[in-house]
């Protein structure tokens, strides 16, 4: 929309419902005081002001007939606002719980609105984003039924080769954090670590059309050693200066440094966007890798992404690449594994899928992505499912309030008739007043959003905003639906039930007040309650796991274990590192290995020595003699590592879960030899079974793992990947802040004194454990405040239709007080029906939630057990709560004199 233009959504109505002979006059005038508004203020007041003014217009001038008396005379807005706001007035009770009980779930339902509005957007931003498929195949390294957003290089020529289809193809490499610097003219280096720097082909910007600030999208990649910053990437290294055909070096992996040229700086990336990158590489610098033939279909360290044409049939294109892996992988099966293709895949389908763009984020199928943020489907749904029920009980909670007490006005409606009012105006005036108070509490519950939102994306950990999403005009015309179908739904019963009284039966009271349509306000009670209530049991369960998983026994001591990172920065040889560190007072043990837990994902493909042994694949993690000492790593059978025996260098350490799937025992393990199932398939001998121990997420099941000496230079990635240096911290040494300062200062030093351009970077194992969780404990905490608002909301309802009943029973109650009955069986009598209903709701809502709560727990390896207590809780908490609410009005009631209110009869 040009910024000069005014909503498009205020000019259509005001085209449909405004005469023809006026709509050029009022569109005009409308224009010029847009526009004068635009130059003086800013866009965003200048439209809502030209809201302000067409709905002026609407209401004074429209041809519409709901706004019209029976003269054909436009409606005197202005007495029935009177009307609606003395009403309102005269009920203060009701008017404050109606507005806040509404205000509050439509506030909650816009916030969850623009979180999945949000998470259901992401990479809209591009050109061809509909024409954009990612290429997906099975984890040939793990799980084949699980797919990988990961491929090998070669798929991509194939691609090319085979799909005539595909209008571009092109590859992305991710090789993990790079170590990058740079000379200013001054002389300093600036050194940088960069986690999001990849490796792109040169067509890459023909699929992804980011913007381009400086440089040709064209030949940005074309050249080696090109390389492409985003804006704030490109102020980090040059600040405000010229960044084109400037030089970063990057170090290599041998301890070397290869010159970059910079050709391009792109316009930082939106947060939704599944690519997250500061930094793109062009591919052909990787050419001495990319020359590795042998490896090029299991090198899975690749994402592969195709554009196809307007009107392609995707399925049959699909169809069509599962040809593409059986013709052009069994070479390399062949002589990596020694396998052929069918003996590789075991039965497994090696078929590759397209994944559409827009569908990538939230998937959870591939479940991971290397190259940027990945959504989390269940949580989407969950809270969808949160707003549309919570803005449920708001509605009914207004629905039910407003027929409850409408029947109050019998006598207004009855004395209006007889002084001449026709029906359709007394409709009109009960549908004016609902619409009013939708109106109230959608504009209250705007305010609350926008002041709210900045402590919602602090807890979600987004960037949310407002005030875009209140320039589409399908938010607006969405808003105005929602305000005039309540009004409509929560007005219409009334308008119509009360207008329809004939005036000598009212005004003699003979109509029943309040009784019409109390079993469907029960039932409505019931259902908010019950829908609280099972909110109420799945967030204790939510926490309950959480605690839960807290507590289990990783089989390893991860407290006061600090981990230090890049030394695979520093070479091969770290002893000194190592040295120096052993050497802090406060360090009792220090060992090296290549990952840590809980983010060991390494892995290979072993089998035992025995003939026709089959194939697994097993994690490993590769690590010195000190390293499962620092772990207190207990030993079922066997012995560690010894430095000063030389065969440990090929030996290896299994963990009972692999030890089970080469199909030995604890006993007979030692002794036995696995080998390696690709190249040359060297043999180790197994010198120890260790204890299972957490080395992933305990999300998951313990996994089979094999321990491998860093020594063993037989192995594929000897002295590749990344290195940790884990120091075991003693406790009574780390008493303060200050002493853990102290610690962190003098391991910060021995690195500095072998090479002062490396980064420091640390952290504790206790912490990355926790942080496997941190995405359920945030969806917790925005669980227990959802739910405390659905239980307000219910409470709110249930309080009024407390008061409305009083109102109703007063003369009853103080019959039976006359007649005998004391105070607490007046209480008792007046709650007990309400008791009744929400004893109902438990009832109903138990079921409910332990279905839900058993789906989410399948998630978890590890589950806390679904315990009576829980549901006994939320009961009584659900009891109290409703007691609490009623019990003010119940003793209000039965403490009343019968004089003062029996004193008229």
């Known amino acids: 929309m040009s910024s000069k233009n005014p909503p498009k959504l205020a000019n259509w109505l005001l085209s449909k419902m405004v005469g023809e002979e006026l709509q050029e006059e009022f569109l005009g005038d409308l224009q010029e005081i847009y526009e004068e508004r635009l130059s003086e203020k800013s866009r965003f007041l200048a439209m809502c002001m030209y809201w302000v003014d067409a709905l002026h217009l609407l209401f004074g001038f429209t041809s519409f007939k709901i706004f019209k008396t029976q003269n054909n005379n436009t409606m005197m807005l202005k007495s029935m606002f009177i009307i609606a706001w003395r009403n309102a007035i005269r009920q203060k009770q009701f008017t404050l719980l109606n507005i806040l009980g509404l205000t509050i779930g439509i506030s909650i339902s816009l916030i969850i609105g623009l979180y999945v509005y949000h998470e259901k957007n992401y990479d809209n931003f591009l050109d061809q984003t509909n024409n954009i498929y990612r290429v997906n195949q099975p984890n040939i390294w793990g799980d084949w039924t699980e797919m990988s957003s990961t491929t090998g290089p070669n798929l991509a020529d194939a691609l090319r080769e085979e799909v005539p289809e595909f209008r571009e193809v092109t590859r992305i490499l991710n090789q993990g954090s790079q170590f990058t610097s740079y000379k200013t003219k001054s002389g300093q280096v600036l050194s940088f670590k960069e986690d999001q720097l990849f490796w792109a082909e040169k067509n890459f910007f023909k699929v992804f059309d980011y913007e381009m600030l400086l440089g040709n999208q064209e030949t940005a990649l074309e050249a080696a050693n090109s390389m492409v910053l985003t804006e704030t990437a490109a102020q980090r290294y040059f600040g405000l200066g010229e960044a084109l055909g400037q030089t970063i070096e990057m170090r290599e992996w041998d301890g070397s440094s290869k010159s970059y040229v910079v050709t391009g700086v792109l316009k930082d990336l939106p947060t939704q966007s599944h690519l997250q990158f500061d930094v793109l590489t062009s591919l052909t610098s990787a050419k001495e890798q990319m020359d590795m033939h042998g490896w090029k279909w299991i090198w899975t360290a690749f994402s592969t992404y195709v554009l196809v044409d307007d009107g392609a049939d995707v399925a049959l ?62 949580f ?182 600090l981990q230090i990172h890049n030394i695979e920065q520093f070479g091969f040889n770290t002893e000194v590192i190592k040295s120096k560190l052993e050497g802090i007072a406060a360090v009792t043990q220090v060992g090296k290995s290549f990952g840590v837990p809980p983010n060991v994902m390494t892995g290979d493909r072993y089998r035992s020595t025995e003939p026709d042994a089959q194939v697994f694949q097993l994690n490993n993690l590769r690590v010195d003699d000190d390293y499962l000492n620092v772990l207190d790593i207990e030993f079922l059978a066997g012995r560690n590592f010894e430095l000063e025996r030389p065969t440990d260098q090929y030996s290896v350490i299994l963990n009972q879960a692999a030890v089970e799937l080469l ?174 209903l929400v004893v109902v709701s438990i009832l109903i809502s138990a079921p409910l939630a332990y279905w839900l709560v058993s789906l989410w727990l399948e998630g978890f390896a590890y589950r806390t057990p679904m315990q009576l207590g829980v549901f006994v809780l939320a009961s009584l908490i659900s009891l109290i709560v409703a007691i609490l609410t009623t019990g003010y009005q119940s003793l209000y009631v039965a403490s009343r004199n019968p004089v003062d209110t029996l004193k008229g009869e």
């Open 380 to 561: 989407v749904q969950v809270f969808m499912a949160i707003g549309l029920v919570v803005l449920t009980l708001s509605c009914i909670n207004f629905m039910n309030l407003s027929t409850a007490k409408s029947s109050s006005r019998a006598k207004e409606v009855g004395v209006r008739k007889v002084l001449g009012s026709l029906r359709n105006s007394l409709i009109r005036q009960f549908v004016f007043e609902s619409v009013l108070f939708v109106s109230v509490s959608t504009i209250l519950a705007l305010v609350i959003v926008s002041a709210s939102l900045d402590w919602f994306n602090l807890l979600a950990q987004k960037e949310l905003t407002l005030e875009p999403v209140l320039m589409n005009p399908v938010v607006w015309l969405v808003l105005i639906g929602f305000v005039l179908t309540l009004g409509l739904l929560s007005g219409g019963y009334p308008a119509f039930y009360l207008s329809s009284f004939k005036p000598i039966e009212v005004i003699k009271g003979k109509i029943s007040k309040g009784q019409q349509g109390k079993t469907l306000r029960n039932g409505l009670v019931v259902f908010q309650f019950s829908i609280s209530i099972c909110l109420i049991i799945c967030s204790l369960f939510v926490q309950k796991q959480l605690s839960y998983t807290s507590k289990i026994d990783l089989g390893l001591s991860d407290e006061n274990v």
């Open 317 to 378: 294109i699909n169809d069509k690449l599962q040809a593409i892996p059986p013709k052009y992988a069994p070479p390399t099966t062949k002589r990596i594994f020694n396998q052929s293709f069918e003996e590789f895949t075991a039965g497994n389908p090696w078929k590759l899928d397209l994944q559409a763009l827009p569908d990538i984020y939230l998937s959870s199928d591939p479940p991971f992505n290397s190259f940027g943020p990945i959504g989390n489907k269940q």
């Open 663 to 836: 199909g030995w025992t604890t006993e007979e393990a030692v002794g036995k030899h696995v080998a390696v199932a690709s190249g040359n398939e060297d043999e180790f001998e197994v010198i120890g079974v260790a204890k299972d121990f957490n080395y992933h997420t305990t999300r998951q099941a313990i996994g089979p793992l094999i321990l491998i000496s860093d020594k063993n230079d037989k192995v594929w990635d000897y002295g590749a990947g990344l290195s940790f240096l884990s120091m075991k911290l003693n406790p009574q040494s780390i008493q303060t802040s200050s002493d853990l300062k102290r610690v962190l200062d003098q391991a910060e030093s021995a690195l500095n004194e072998v090479d002062a351009s490396i980064p420091f970077e640390y952290n504790f194992m206790d912490q990355a454990f926790e942080s496997n969780f941190r995405t359920e404990q945030r969806m917790a905490t925005v669980l227990n405040f959802f739910t405390l608002m659905a239980m307000i909301i219910a409470c709110l309802g249930l309080f009024g239709l407390a008061a409305f009943s009083a109102e109703q029973r007063t003369k009853e109650l103080s019959i039976r007080k006359v007649l005998g009955a004391n105070t607490g069986q007046l209480t008792y009598l007046f709650s007990t029906g309400f008791v009744k």
